[in-house]
């Protein structure tokens, strides 16, 4: 798997190995570069990274977690279910 984290960390995307992440000075292209299947706006080669090869949590979801350079996760203890209605 590979994660797209912002500058704190904070992991926004995961996906397969295999499927095409491509970071610009613009945006991030997401999917096969000839019909993208979305493109990420509010994210760049300047203000993201892209960290390959990290063995995804069982219960992942976006924002639940950080990922460091090295592949380590770390659970966001801010983070709330979105999908949980108070």
Do not use: Q
């Amino acid at each position: 798997m590979k994660t797209i984290v912002d500058e704190h960390n904070c992991s926004k995307y995961l996906v397969a190995d295999d499927y095409s992440v491509v970071m610009t000075a613009e945006h991030i292209d997401m999917g096969d570069p000839e019909s993208l299947d979305f493109r990420i706006c509010d994210l760049n080669s300047s203000n993201s990274s892209l960290i390959e090869n990290v063995t995804e949590p069982d219960d992942w979801y976006g924002c639940k977690y950080s990922c460091s350079a090295d592949g380590t996760w770390t659970l966001n203890a801010d983070w709330v279910d979105p999908r949980i209605v108070p």
